[in-house]
Every structure is written in C-alpha cells, then in structure tokens.
C-alpha cells in the first residue's frame, strides 16, 4: 500500500487514530473499534498489507489484504475468513457459504 492509498484508508476510517506515520513494516497506519449488532465488537489495526483482529467472541487473528472493489477487504487464504471496511463500517463473513457474522459494524456506534 502506498502512503496516498495509506492517507486514503485513515480518511476512510473517519473515527481512526493516526499513529507514526514515518515508520515502515509493521507499523500500524491505524486502529479503529467497530460496534457490531448484537453487542459484538471488532478491535482493528491496520498495517500496510494485513489487519489484526480481535473480536469479542475471544478470537484474535491477523488477515492480510486481499483484492477489492471498493473499501478494504482482507482474508485468510481459503476465504473462510474475510474482514470488510468501508469507511466507518465493516462486517465479517465466516465458512465456505460466507455467513455474516459480524454485521452492521460502525466506529463510534
């Protein structure tokens, strides 16, 4: 990810804190908390190619970015997995048919 595409993805977040930007690898670029339906939530920090999760079903898991259209995507290698962002929201879909399991997910709900 280059740093305009990093500026774009903090601008995205709206609610997400900027943390050192002069730093390389695994430097955070930003963290986001999202509110899910259902009193679910998702810890977010973003680095340049992966996201690290923690979800409060007790889960933490690092997914790298994959291929999108629009907004962020990232997912582990089979796609069981696959953490959405677009802006100031996400959900996350589970298993081979892709069930929503995290969903209606916004900073600062």
Same mark, same amino acid.
């Given at each position: 990810?280059?740093?305009?595409?990093?500026?774009?993805? =903090?601008?995205?977040?709206?609610?997400?804190? =900027?943390?050192?930007?002069?730093?390389?690898?695994?430097?955070?670029?930003?963290?986001?908390?999202?509110?899910?339906?259902?009193?679910?939530?998702?810890?977010?920090?973003?680095?340049?190619?992966?996201?690290?999760?923690?979800?409060?079903?007790?889960?933490?898991?690092?997914?790298?970015?994959?291929?999108?259209?629009?907004?962020?995507?990232?997912?582990?290698?089979?796609?069981?997995?696959?953490?959405?962002?677009?802006?100031?929201?996400?959900?996350?879909?589970?298993?081979?048919?892709?069930?929503?399991?995290?969903?209606?997910?916004?900073?600062?709900?």
């Amino acid at each position: 990810m280059n740093i305009r595409s990093r500026y774009a993805l =903090l601008a995205a977040l709206g609610g997400a804190m =900027l943390l050192p930007s002069h730093a390389m690898g695994e430097t955070p670029v930003a963290t986001a908390v999202f509110k899910c339906d259902g009193g679910k939530t998702i810890d977010a920090t973003f680095y340049a190619d992966s996201v690290d999760l923690k979800l409060s079903d007790g889960r933490s898991l690092k997914v790298p970015q994959a291929m999108s259209a629009s907004g962020a995507r990232y997912a582990n290698k089979d796609e069981t997995f696959v953490f959405w962002n677009k802006g100031d929201t996400a959900f996350v879909t589970e298993g081979k048919d892709g069930k929503e399991t995290f969903s209606g997910c916004v900073t600062g709900k």
